[in-house]
């Protein structure tokens, strides 16, 4: 042991007596110092600005973390791993063939020193030379610490483990390419070309089974990734292991082939051994299974919430099988293609719930198909003139992909209808006989999100979906049609990420005129009727609410007489006329009510959890306004049964009520009180209502306003879904909420901000390039 040390020690000082080690250093810390300091001298100077003219020790200077701002998203680790392959083959050229070059190695050979103290003797003293680069990191990290307040030291270590780790299996690259040749370019020239092809080697024949898994596991970059992100697997820390060792391996067979006499079929049976070696360990480290994980970040970001993790342990051993449908004429289908497989689908969107629970079992069914009627009408206009089955072979070729891996629609519709899905692109699980679907969306992340998947699964556990009733018949809101003033997109749209739908509940329309309420349903919801309700209508809601009904009802101006007379029973009223906000760039029309603490109480809606935030650091005047276009006031009296409590109050002496019409294309008429126009400091907009029926709290909101839940109106569908979580006691959506970061803001000013960017871009490398200098000049000297 003490003789591998002393052939490191001697490797790693023979770096320091060539000019490329000292360029090399100088070269990487004005790349690392040009990533970091530019970042923060611009965030300095916007936090100075900000805060001479708004000093609130609660301001936040990003919307999310600064160390992820400053040290990942494009910073020193992405840059520093990217410029890799130019570093690494000009260190790891000469480590061996410069021996061969000088004659040395039959010196080596002669020595009592052992073939692998001489390889492994070299590789340790290159992976010394690498803790430099991880040194001068390390300065940056340390100065992140003082710059940024409360920095997310655990993502650091985690980024800086990932670089190391790469770093070393680009050297033992480079060490097996150095082994090669008797020429250093050589060496280096090959040295790149490999690190290269691993690095790229991962978006390669994707499309192809056999071939997919075996170019996903060579692919060095995708190791990194979530190491970058804070989270530590030990699949990928023994896949940079295992990989470093097979090319040290390489090195070792190669100059022992090189010194005996062996068949070729002997000599290439070493290497190919420990290729499978590496492979088999590779395979069985990787599997779910036997993973082990490690979030370091603050914030667990990389780790799926307890709610979640809860779900998934409830559902024991029992396998969750799932089934992706990717259908070739539809708009996301390069999202289900087997070449993204590995990455997307089950990289970055499966593998954190495999991390908690293994046993999932995946399925995929290719076809194609079409609802021409209902979704696609497009797909023959675009291709006039053909069928089905040549516009399928179109997107095939256009996509270079074979038609007969896709079923037609005749064996498809065999197997599943997928026609109530509109034929998107979408996923099946399967538990314990139960089904359900879990939808993508055409947004920036397609996949479901944890909000989506936690609705899904609780069904699978449990079976009981919250029933939400809309009534009809009296031309209230419809929750299927598309239109502005309609709530399909809050309701029932299926490619709408948060609609009803998709976080959990059952929705659907009901007829009073023709039915009964069913029991056990959720909530009523009896949204802008327009005509007079019927006296059977009537006694039926009548009825609901005396039985302890939840029950959402929404009204607007002008038409307050069809509501006011079942809302008297519960002690509430619409305010006759309309409530008017006059503004400088809206018509008067446009009212912008506050949401009250109540609200903030509502859901852990991520709107309502900032306006806790807000509460509790007693900031005033930072409440959030949503807009209500056509909003009447809300009266109440407290001699009611009920609790009442305003959930959304218009600002305080900004808002009057204007009796009678108004008119919003012309100037905006004055205040009147002779003509009913009122004046008060707030009127509520929205309130809830509570009692205790049978044992149960009963729930009501009545709102004043029915357009900011409308299809138009999707920025305040926050608010409408808080309301549906309250009223079925916040057992769906299941929300999950985490921490915000606090590494929000910096700890210096522009000027040492600008101290730090001369330090570390001129003054350092300087005193660096002096050392190097003084140093190889002694030691030409000698």
Known sequence: MKLLFRIAKNEFRYLFYSPIAWFLIIVFLVQCALVYTSPVYDLALYQDMVLKNNPRPTISMAAGSLTLKVFLAGGIFLRAIGNLYLFIPLLTMGLISREINNGTIKLLYSSPVQLRQIVLGKYLGIMLYSLLLIAIIGIFMITGFFNIKNADYG???????????????????????????????????????????????????????FVRDLTYFLSLQNRTGKMLQGLITTKDVIYFIVVSWMFVGFTLIKLRNAREVKPWYIKAGRFAGVFAVTLMTGYITSRPAITGYWDTSATKMNTIHPRT??????????????????????????????????????????????????????????????????????????????????????????????????????EMRKLIDLKPEGYRLIMQLKYKGRTEYLRTFEDDFVWADEQNMNAALKHLLYGDIPKLLFVSGE?????????????????????????????????????????????????????????????????????????????????????????????????????????????????????????????????????????????????????????????????????????????????????????????????????????????????????????SVRGKEQRIIVCGDADFLSNRRLAESFFGNALHSWLNYNQFPVYTPRPQPEDTRLQVNAEVAGLQKIIYIWVLPGVILLIGIILLIRRKRK
Request: proline share 6%.
């Open 309 to 410: 993790q809860q779900l998934l342990k409830e559902m024991g051993d029992t396998t969750l099988e799932v089934t992706l449908y990717t259908n070739l004429v539809d708009r996301l289908v390069a999202h289900g293609l087997p070449e993204v497989r590995n990455v997307s689908y089950l990289g970055n969107f499966w593998e954190a719930y495999l991390r908690f629970k293994p046993n999932i079992s995946f399925k995929y069914e290719y076809y194609y198909d079409t609802d021409a009627k209902g979704t696609d009408s497009a797909l023959y206009k675009m291709l006039p003139g053909k069928n089905l089955k040549q516009i399928a072979a179109e997107y095939a070729d256009a996509m270079d992909l074979d038609l007969s891996m896709f079923k037609t629609p005749e």
């Open 475 to 691: 031309l209230e809101r419809n929750i299927y049609k598309m239109g502005e003033r309609e709530y399909a997109y809050h309701t029932t749209s299926k490619p709408a990420r948060r609609a009803l739908i998709n976080v959990g509940f059952d929705v659907d329309t009901i007829n009073l005129t023709t039915q009964n309420i069913p029991a056990g349903i959720t909530a009523l919801v009896l949204a802008d009727p327009k005509m007079d309700l019927s006296p059977a209508v009537y006694e039926k809601l009548k009825k609901y609410i005396d039985a302890g009904g939840n029950m959402l009802i929404t009204g607007e101006p002008g038409k307050q007489y069809v509501l006011n007379p079942l809302l008297q029973q519960i002690g509430v009223q619409l305010m006759n006329g309309q409530l008017v906000q006059p503004t400088y760039n809206e018509t008067p029309d446009k009212v912008k009510p506050y949401l009250t603490a109540t609200s903030a109480g509502l859901a852990e809606e991520p709107a309502m959890l900032v306006l806790r935030e807000r509460l509790q650091a007693h900031l005033t005047g930072d409440s959030i306004k949503i807009l209500m276009p056509g909003v009447a006031g809300i009266s109440y009296t407290r001699d009611s049964a009920f609790t009442v409590a305003p959930l959304a109050m218009t600002s305080p002496d900004r808002v009057w009520l204007k009796a009678g019409n108004l008119v919003t294309d012309s100037t905006l008429p004055p205040f009147n009180p002779l003509a009913g126009d009122i004046k008060q400091a707030s009127f509520p907009t929205v309130v809830q209502l509570t009692r």
């Open 155 to 209: 993502v650091l270590f985690s980024a800086a483990l990932g670089f190391y780790l790469i770093v070393c299996a680009y050297s033992a690259i480079g060490l097996f390419m150095s082994s090669l040749s008797t020429y250093q370019i050589v060496s280096a020239l090959a040295s790149f070309t490999v690190i290269f092809i691993l690095s790229r080697i991962g978006g390669l024949w994707q499309k192809y089974d």
